[in-house]
């Protein structure tokens, strides 16, 4: 399993668990997208190369969703595969998807942000929690 829902009063928070931090990563960007469109349907078609820094790994993550939203916001990306690597607090993905077609996809929830609130990464373990506002 990718990720695990998580109860929550208002949003949706989710957990990742994996073999490496990079997985869990990878894991919540399938999540986030999963949240929002039947992320299986989505087609590898474009590769869009996304770099994403933070000052922790809390906000290497914020950093990394968050460029997710702003790619279908603005050019209307959704993506289905993420192949990432972490760097101490630098990260590379390559993420494999395509332009949203509603019909396809099938909307779900809109994910209007991604939050601090009970946010949490555990390189040891690895796994990690996240909050989507929704």
């Known amino acids: ?9 208002a949003d949706v ?13 990878a894991n919540a960007a399938y999540a986030l997208f999963d949240q929002m469109v039947e992320a299986d349907r989505i087609e590898p078609v474009d590769v869009r ?3 994403a820094e933070g000052f922790d790994l809390e906000s290497l993550l914020m950093n990394f969703l968050s460029e997710f939203l702003f790619l279908l916001d603005t050019e209307r990306l959704v993506f289905g595969r993420f192949d990432v690597s972490i760097d101490g607090l630098k990260l590379r993905c390559l993420a494999h998807g395509e332009r949203i077609d509603l019909e396809r996809h099938g909307p779900k929830k809109e994910v209007k942000a991604i ?5 949490s990464v555990d390189a040891d373990e690895p796994s990690l929690t996240v909050v989507f506002d929704i």
């Open 13 to 25: 928070m989710i957990r990742t668990t994996g073999v490496s931090l990079e997985e869990c990563f």
């Open 1 to 9: 399993m990718r990720y695990e829902v998580l109860e929550h009063t």
């Open 49 to 51: 190369e996304i770099a």
């Open 115 to 119: 939050t601090y609130n009970m946010m």
